[in-house]
């Protein structure tokens, strides 16, 4: 599904017009992104999570020249589904 799609089936199943439909969407992804920006942790109840996650340094190897490469740590955001979610999508 993609943004468009998605705009138009918040508008269809809230009532909403499109261009409200597009408001909230753009909403709630700046607070989310916001919110793990900040380093703080969203919980939807029922859907699930979204978090950052700590990637600690590692050595990897170029496939193509088979050298060796330091990738360094970073922070990742991370999204846990949440058990109504995972129950809806295995019914």
Known sequence: MTKAELINAIAEKGGFTKKDA????????????????????????????????????????NPRTHEKIKVPAKKAPAFKAGKALKDAVDA
């Open 22 to 61: 597009e408001k909230a969407l753009n909403a709630v992804t700046d607070s989310i992104t916001d919110a793990l920006s900040s380093g703080d942790k969203v919980q939807i109840v029922g859907f699930g999570t979204f978090e950052v996650r700590e990637r600690s340094a590692k050595n990897a190897i």
